[in-house]
C-alpha cells in the first residue's frame, strides 16, 4: 500500500448518519410554518437568558469572566474537523462528471456542488469544538461507482487554521482547502470570515477550479433576535475552459438568498442564477427567458459518512479526542461536559506543540496543500479512466 493512501480505514467501519440534530440533515429538506417559526423564536429567547444565567452562576463561584464558558446547549456536540466534512454529503450531484461532454456542463455540475451544503447547520446558533493542535478527522462516502475519501487535520493552533482533502480516485477528483477564521465582534454582533480557498481538479478533462467562502454573520448577541447568516461576494473560476461565476449570498429582502451569474473569460454573460440556497435555486441562459432549476436542497439527502469504530481511532481523532464531552452533553451533564471539555484545552496549553502536520504542508507561496497530492495526481494521470465513468450507458 502506497505511503501516501491514508485513507483505507472504511473496511471495518460503520455507516454513521450525519451527527448534527437540524432536520434538514436527516431528510434534505427545511420545513418552515408559523407555529414552528414561533417555537423556534421562543426557544431562542428562552436560550439567551439560559447563556447570561450560566456565566453569572459561574462569576458568583468565582470563575474570571474571560474563563466563563457557554452552556451546553450552544455547543454542537461534534469537532470543526467534522463539521467541514458536510461539504462533502452531496458529492453524488458529481456521479456524471465525467460524461458530460462540454466544459460549461461540468462547471454548472461544479456550481451546483458548491451550492449543495451551505443549509446543513442545526437549526438554531450553535458552535463546535475547537481541534485541538494535530487533530484529525477520517470518513468515506459510499457513491454509486465509487467512493469519496475525506481526510481533515488541524495544521495550526494559534492562529488557528484547519484542513482538508477529499479524493474520488475513480472519478479522478479530488478537492483541497484550508481555512483560518477570522472573528470581528461589533456590538450587537460577530463577522466570522473564512479566510482560504477551495481548489479542486478534475484529472480525467485537465480542468481544476477555485473557490471562495462566504462570510458567517451571527446576529442578536445581546439584543433581538440570535440568528445565524450567510453574506458576502464569492467566486468559482476555472483557469483552463476561462468560464467564472461571480456569487453573491445576501439577505436584504429575502433570508438565505444567492444570486450570481456565470461568464465566459471575455466578460460574456451566459447564465444568471438567484434563490434560496435552503431551498431552491434557478438559473437561466442569458439568451433566453426560460428559467430551470439548477438546484432543490428540499428534495436531496445527505450521504451518510462511513467512520471507523472508535476503538480503532488514534487517540488524536476528533471523536475520539471529543468523546467524554460528547458522552456528557447527550447525557444532558453539563458540568461534566464543561470539566472534560476544560481539561482538554488545558492540556493542549500546557503542551504548547510546536505545529507539525502529518497530512498537509506548506509552500513556497505560502499555500496549505495535501502532503501526498503530487503523488496522487502523478498515479490518477497514469490510470486510464473506467469507460463505465465516461459512458455510464456502457
Not at 448534527?20 to 421562543?42: H, M, R, V, Y
Not at 443549509?119 to 493542535?133: A, C, F, Q, T
Not at 434563490?275 to 428559467?291: F, Y
Amino acid at each position: 500500500m502506497s505511503r501516501w493512501n491514508v485513507f483505507r480505514r472504511k473496511s471495518s467501519g460503520q455507516i454513521l448518519e450525519p451527527t448534527p440534530t437540524s432536520e434538514s440533515i436527516s431528510s434534505g429538506a427545511i420545513k418552515q410554518d408559523e407555529a414552528e417559526s414561533l417555537g423556534d423564536k421562543n426557544r431562542v429567547e428562552n436560550g439567551k437568558k439560559q447563556i447570561m444565567m450560566s456565566i453569572l452562576k459561574q462569576i458568583a463561584k468565582g470563575t474570571p469572566v474571560y474563563r466563563c464558558q457557554l452552556p451546553i446547549f450552544v455547543i454542537e456536540p461534534r469537532s470543526l474537523l467534522e463539521r467541514l466534512s458536510d461539504f462533502a454529503s452531496f458529492s453524488y450531484l458529481l456521479d456524471d462528471i465525467n460524461s458530460m461532454s462540454t466544459p460549461e456542463l461540468r462547471f454548472l455540475a461544479i456550481l451546483r456542488f458548491y451550492l449543495s451544503s451551505w443549509h446543513l447547520r442545526p437549526k438554531e446558533v450553535r458552535s463546535n469544538y475547537n481541534p485541538i493542535l494535530g487533530e484529525t478527522f477520517h470518513c468515506s462516502f459510499g457513491l454509486r461507482d465509487s467512493e469519496i475519501s475525506f481526510i481533515a487535520e488541524q495544521i495550526s493552533h494559534h492562529p488557528p487554521c484547519s484542513a482538508f482533502f477529499l479524493l474520488d480516485k475513480q472519478k479522478k477528483m479530488y478537492l483541497q482547502s484550508s481555512i483560518r477564521p477570522n472573528t470581528k465582534f461589533s456590538g450587537n454582533s460577530v463577522e466570522v470570515s473564512l479566510d482560504g480557498m477551495l481548489t479542486g481538479g478534475l484529472l480525467a478533462t485537465n480542468e481544476f477550479y477555485e473557490m471562495t467562502y462566504p462570510k458567517y454573520m451571527i446576529r442578536g448577541i445581546l439584543m433581538g433576535a440570535l440568528s445565524l447568516e450567510i453574506s458576502g461576494k464569492t467566486y468559482l473560476q476555472c483557469k483552463q475552459s476561462g468560464l467564472y461565476a461571480e456569487i453573491e449570498f445576501h439577505n436584504k429582502k429575502t433570508p438565505n438568498s444567492v444570486l450570481g451569474s456565470v461568464k465566459t473569460a471575455d466578460g460574456r454573460t451566459l447564465y444568471s442564477f438567484g434563490g434560496r440556497w435552503d431551498q431552491a435555486v434557478l438559473i437561466a441562459n442569458a439568451h433566453e427567458s426560460k428559467t430551470q432549476t439548477l438546484i432543490d436542497v428540499t428534495s436531496m439527502r445527505a450521504l451518510p459518512k462511513l467512520v471507523p469504530p472508535m476503538e480503532q481511532q488514534p487517540i488524536n481523532e476528533s471523536r475520539r479526542v471529543w468523546h467524554e464531552v460528547t458522552s456528557a452533553i447527550q447525557a444532558g451533564n453539563e458540568d461534566a461536559a464543561f470539566k472534560a471539555k476544560s481539561a482538554i484545552e488545558e492540556r493542549q496549553r500546557r503542551e504548547n506543540k510546536t505545529p507539525n502536520p502529518h497530512y498537509f504542508r506548506t509552500n513556497s507561496d505560502g499555500s496549505i496543500q495535501f502532503a501526498y497530492l503530487d503523488r496522487i495526481i502523478e498515479e490518477l494521470t497514469t490510470i486510464p479512466t473506467p469507460a463505465a465513468l465516461i459512458n455510464p450507458s456502457n
